[in-house]
């Protein structure tokens, strides 16, 4: 027959390890959540990690008291967003583009490659916008910093020439003899306007930043 001390130890026990597997669930559980709602937001449906985000960024609207025609190339506004990759094309001047739609409504892009992404899916970046609606787009010569509008200019594609996003930059020039003295001096191929536009290679759609999602 045991003891009285045996039964008072094995107690003692059994509380112990009671009261440690109760510390360990709630150390488990988040605090202040009761194990209902612990249960409910474990079955809510979660984003993948791996899956990339942005809002849609707004137009900027024509202003009358600019003075310039609706459909003219304009500065680059401080605060303007590429809608592509949603980085400042002002602090990139030499780089910037712009795209101006029939209402007046301008987009600013930081490089000639995410506008030719841009118009590659109008839809997809700008909701409710429709490439019909393009009424003018510019880009700027690599050379003199001049508006040029996108149908006339020539680019170079692969030349040491690095731009905001150091990859995938197309530098623009106002004439084909101009890209390709370009082209000799810092290496590259020289492309039209309508040929990238037509198809992108491969190399530069690989530059397009993330997935952009409306919402």
Known sequence: MRSFGWWLRWVGGAALTLGCTALLMAAARPTGMAPQEQAARQTQPQLPLQAEVCRTIAAHPYDPASGLPMQAARPVPDQARCPVCG???????????????DNGDAYFFDSPLSLFLYLRNVPHYSKGRAPAQVAASYVRDFQTGQWLPLPSAWFVHGSDAKGPMRAGNLPPFATQDQALAFAQAH?????????????LPD?????APHRHTQL
């Not at 980085?87 to 795209?99: D, G, T, V």
């Not at 190399?203 to 530059?207: C, H, N, V």
Request: proline share 6%; hydrophobic share 50%; net charge positive.
């Open 203 to 207: 190399s530069l759609l690989r530059q």
């Open 187 to 199: 290496g590259g191929a020289v492309w039209s306007a309508a040929q990238l536009q037509q198809a």
């Open 87 to 101: 980085m400042f094309p002002a602090r990139s001047p030499r780089w910037a583009s712009q795209l101006i739609f």
